[in-house]
């Protein structure tokens, strides 16, 4: 089990960055930012924080297991921002800052006198990352935008789930969690120029446009072809024989054997080479025309064999195959343990805490969990006390006030 530690590790670990906002969008940036290094400053309102310190209950403890996830590495410090001594605290902050995520409805920081080129005058080199469903301009900017609403604008939810039921979606908040990682790269991306000019500037995240990123090909298909992708459950249109087949045991297991060669690995360990060969299924065109056909065949075979037998042989045969897995799959699985992927860190109440690891792996520079979710305000001294200078009675003061 990890202790908790201060000492950060990464690439990262000379940037300071501040983060505003809540739920998921924007922290889930501060926190790929954090993992890699970085020193993040998360802003909270005084009394009440992130409402992600609240989501995600689970009994027997009533408290957010999220909330330790998407806050680790960060320090919590209370500020107001709707008050103009807490803009004043907060504009202090950010000028001596590298970057600032936030993930307000545009405008926002405007009416707090947080714009960016008032920030600017202070810190030429600051990148602002923010973060909102629809982006900055355009006529929907101004809208709430959720990742839910992202995902369906994206195109993402149409796609998703069985022909014959409604759109699905997946059991994640999968439009932010994008939406993170694209403003995460643009942060990246928007260092990278600071070190070559010198100059910051303003990344946009749209969480519709994280989302239509990941949509593969389906905007040429329909501009060209008016070709429609539709809801196809397990499989993907065309790609075959690559689907979840029941064992004897009745576990699933998922067979992606779609390329040529690897197809004819399957068919002869199936004791089925002739397969390969076979007109109906020689290509991935025609097995793909085929596609029930074959998925019909193979379901045959796997349904002879226990799962364990069935993934020996495939593995051996170099055909990719595995278990859906769940957290209790992970939790078991060795190779999970051998790569580290889920750490486990000391935690104040829940006594010790297990979590996904930091991702990339990097050899020279890893990242790393530190320290899990803060409580509300306790790097107020710390980070007010060091970077802006203030002493206990000024800080009292500002608590008495209802600032921090």
Known sequence: MAEPTTAPTGPLTDLRVIEMGQLLAGPFCGQ???DLGAEVIKLESPGQGDPMR???????????LWWPVVARNKKSVTCNLRTEAGQRLARELIAQADIVVENFRPGTLERWGLDYETLREDNPALILTRVTGYGQTGPYAPRAGYGSIGE??????????????????????????????FATIGT????????????????????????????ESLLPEWGITEYQRERTGP???????SNVYATAGGDLILIAANQDTVFARL????????????????????????????????GAWTGTLAASELLDLLHEAGVPAGRIYTARDMFADPHFAAREAIVRLAHPEFGEIPMQNVFPKLSETPGSVRHPGPELGQHN???????????PDRLAELAGTGVI
């Open 381 to 391: 001294a710390e980070v007010y006390g060091t970077i802006l200078g203030l002493d």
């Open 152 to 181: 369906a604008m994206g195109g993402i939810r149409y796609t998703t789930g069985d022909p014959g039921s409604p759109p699905a979606r997946t059991g994640i908040s999968l439009g932010d969690s994008l939406a993170a990682v």
């Open 32 to 34: 790929l930012l954090g």
């Open 235 to 241: 499989v993907l249109p065309n790609v075959s024989p």
């Open 267 to 298: 068919a002869k360990v199936m004791g089925q080479p002739e397969l390969a060969a076979t007109e109906r299924f020689a290509t991935h065109s025609t097995r793909g025309e085929h596609m029930a056909e074959l998925d019909d065949i193979i």
């Open 188 to 215: 990246l991306a928007a260092v990278h120029h600071r070190e070559r000019t010198g100059a910051g500037q303003i990344v946009d995240a749209a969480i519709y446009e994280a989302v239509l990123a990941m949509m």
């Open 54 to 64: 609240e989501w995600g209950r689970e009994k027997p403890y009533g408290r957010s």
